[in-house]
């Protein structure tokens, strides 16, 4: 089956560093997304991975392991405004390429 | 910057009604995507479209419809509401090829009584 584990809440402090892990198990690869998505709001696009390694981008990294069916997002320098909920979701490849999404993981940045 | 545009951020409906949701994209992309949004399930497809006149169901299509008579427009259609299609509902279009990534809408909030 088509399944994707993130964990459900996270909490940090602001100006440390966090690391939001995504398990996968689907049918077909073809790259892993990486969304944010602040409570009210739509998700917004972060990171795409396709081959194995650390994506960095700002404060923001991504990390694939098609191997393992493992990825996480790092977020450092935290700040308040990175409290939402972050979407782990799988390109599942094939005829029509759908996403397949996590449940996501609410994260709180406290001060 | 792509623009995907939800007729209503909020809509409230009774038990039967037919329901339309509508959605717009600017940036002439090909596919269109109907999610919903329910706590602790994440997002879940609904209906998808690669083309004008062509549409695919999802993971979860019962009890619901759609329709792409222009390429920037995708509709959702409600038959007849139910008191378990309340959800957030949120619209995405994307290119094919590269990394496809979706751009959202800001999402219709329905409740259905």
């Known amino acids: 089956g088509q399944n994707i584990d993130q964990p459900t809440e996270m909490t940090a402090t602001e100006g440390a560093i966090v690391q939001i892990n995504c398990t996968y198990q689907?049918?077909?690869?073809?790259?892993l997304f990486w969304y944010q998505q602040h409570a009210g709001e739509a998700p917004t696009f972060l990171s795409y991975?396709?081959?194995?390694g650390l994506e960095e981008k700002g404060r923001f990294s991504s990390f694939l392991s098609r191997s393992k069916g493992y990825s996480y997002l790092l977020l450092k320098e935290l700040q308040m405004k990175d409290s939402a909920s972050y979407l782990c979701?799988?390109?599942?490849?094939?005829?029509?390429?759908?996403?397949?999404f996590g449940t996501g993981t609410l994260l709180a940045v406290q001060p | 910057d792509v623009k995907v545009t939800q007729s209503s951020r909020y809509l409230v409906k009774r038990t039967g009604e037919k329901v339309f949701l509508e959605c717009v994209q600017d940036?002439?992309?090909?596919?269109m995507f109907w999610y919903r949004q329910d706590p602790g399930l994440g997002l879940r497809l609904i209906y998808f479209?690669?083309?004008?006149?062509?549409?695919e169901k999802g993971d979860i299509p019962e009890g619901y419809s759609v329709s792409r008579e222009k390429k920037e427009r995708f509709s959702l259609i409600l038959e007849s509401a139910s008191t378990n299609q309340t959800s957030m509902y949120l619209c995405?279009?994307?290119?094919?090829?590269?990394?496809?990534?979706?751009?959202f809408g800001s999402g219709t909030q329905l409740s259905v009584l």
């Open positions: 995405a279009s994307s290119n094919p090829g590269g990394d496809e990534k979706l751009f």
């Open positions: 689907t049918s077909g690869f073809n790259g």
């Open positions: 991975n396709v081959l194995d």
């Open positions: 979701a799988v390109s599942g490849g094939g005829a029509t390429n759908k996403l397949i």
């Open positions: 940036m002439d992309h090909e596919n």
């Open positions: 479209s690669y083309d004008v006149k062509m549409k």
